[in-house]
């Protein structure tokens, strides 16, 4: 087995070498890291400058660029064979809720997937370290499983993991992303030359922990495994939203009608389609 190895902390961070070390039984891993720490990047690429790669003394090699640059960069020219799954960690510190839309850690296995590769997301609960010894066991574990009883199809999995000794660690538990409180303030700050700055807020505080989303499973002592998807689209509000634009009238308002229209149609000869043997 080939294996894409990324993070967002940095290519020294101790998380990439723990994982690094429980995923070396599974076959070939190849090491593609940010320089530096990367946390909140996202799904960024650099497009506004050349990036660089680098071979650390460990063979570890490290862009000069965000966490999808570095997975961008690996699967589309720097890896001789395309890699079997891509995996991201382990996070300094907990990717749930809205954390997985600025999470460079999540973005780095999303780059994966978005190339039709299986990948994985590995993060610690708490920031420190803690056990990390053993969080690096449970994603090894995560990746055996897989390993022995495939998902059909790529597939993108964020995990949490309480900062816990192995023995204290509860179940894996299939949840949903939870949500928080919008961030806390900025922090505004003057430099030396008088002129303001501003230090981003921490994250805002859990708004919903309730049973079967991530931050319940973690605060209970289990690990939280949520499966993303990356298509947006809001379906609920598609109709009221075509009724909306339908209000404007004239041709604007003809077009968004018979949008609807050609939707529903749409879906009526797909549903009939999946009815109909084969």
């Known amino acids: 087995m080939h294996i894409l190895l ?29 320089e530096r ?3 909140g990047a996202s799904n960024s690429l650099t497009l506004s400058r050349p990036l660089t790669v680098s071979t650390a003394p460990n063979g570890f090699r490290f862009v000069n660029g965000t966490p999808t640059d570095c997975v961008h960069i690996a699967l589309t020219g720097l890896l001789d064979s395309r890699p079997d799954i891509v995996v991201s960690g382990i996070n ?3 990717n749930m809720g809205e954390d997985t839309l600025y ?15 299986p990948a994985f997301a590995f993060s610690l609960a708490e920031h420190g370290w803690a056990h990390l010894d053993a969080a690096a066991a449970e994603a090894a574990a995560v990746i055996a499983h897989y390993v022995a009883t495939p998902l059909p199809g790529p597939l993108l999995l964020n995990v949490n993991i309480p900062n816990r000794p192995s023995r204290d660690i509860g ?6 992303l939870g949500k928080r409180h919008p961030s806390q303030p900025v ?18 505080d859990t708004l919903d922990a309730s049973d079967g989303t991530d931050f319940h499973a973690v605060s209970l002592g289990h690990v939280s495994i949520t499966p993303l998807q990356l298509d947006l689209t809001d379906t609920r509000r598609s109709p009221a939203l075509r009724e909306w634009i339908g209000t404007v009238g004239g041709a604007r308002g003809v077009q968004a009608s018979n949008e609807s229209s050609e939707t529903n149609e749409s879906q ?5 389609g999946a009815e109909r043997p084969l």
Do not use: K, M
């Open 37 to 39: 720490n990367c946390s």
């Open 187 to 204: 922090i505004r700050q003057t430099d030396p030359r008088g002129q303001p700055i501003y230090w981003i807020g921490a994250t805002g």
């Open 268 to 272: 009526r000869l797909t549903h009939a």
């Open 103 to 117: 999470s460079g850690t999540v973005a780095a296995a999303t780059e994966g997937f978005l190339f039709g590769v």
């Open 92 to 94: 300094n510190g907990q």
């Open 171 to 176: 179940d894996w538990r299939v949840t949903r």
């Open 6 to 34: 990324s993070n967002d902390d940095g290519y020294l961070a101790p998380g990439l070498h723990a994982l690094y070390q429980a995923l070396l039984p599974f076959g070939e891993i190849s090491v593609v890291a940010p």
